[in-house]
């Protein structure tokens, strides 16, 4: 059974950082583009990064630039997030997914794997 946990939520200040991780376990993760999505209140899921298999391509909302960084680990089969200068407006539920292929798409749709998802809180 495939299992995409995510892990390092919670509450942080405007201008702070936090670092989400995800553990896939049940299989192995080769060849597949691994992302993060976020959901905030009221609005759809949207695209936040996503990395290929050979972590040789990154892709990031326009947004998050500059201030998120998502790498991988083959070996350990996890996946982070390193959010710094974090603004209110990046509050949502950030979730973990995995698709199959080398390239990388925005649309929730074509991600089949899932976590449930962790809660980042930013105040201002």
């Known amino acids: 059974q495939v299992q995409l946990v995510e892990s390092g939520g919670g509450l942080v200040q405007a201008g702070g950082s936090v670092r989400l991780s995800c553990a896939a376990s049940?299989?192995?993760?080769?060849?597949?583009?691994m992302g993060w999505f976020r959901q905030a209140p009221g609005k759809e899921r949207e695209f936040v990064a996503a990395v290929t298999w050979s972590a040789g391509t990154t892709y990031y909302l326009d947004s998050v630039k500059g201030r998120f960084t998502i790498s991988r680990d083959n070996a350990k089969n996890t996946v982070d997030l390193q959010m710094n200068s974090l603004k209110p407006e990046d509050t949502a539920v950030y979730y973990c997914?995995?698709?199959?292929?080398?390239?990388?798409?925005?649309?929730?749709?074509?991600?089949?794997?899932w976590g449930q998802g962790t809660q980042v809180t930013v105040s201002s």
């Open positions: 049940g299989r192995t993760f080769s060849g597949y583009v």
């Open positions: 997914a995995a698709k199959f292929g080398n390239w990388i798409t925005r649309s929730s749709g074509t991600y089949a794997f």
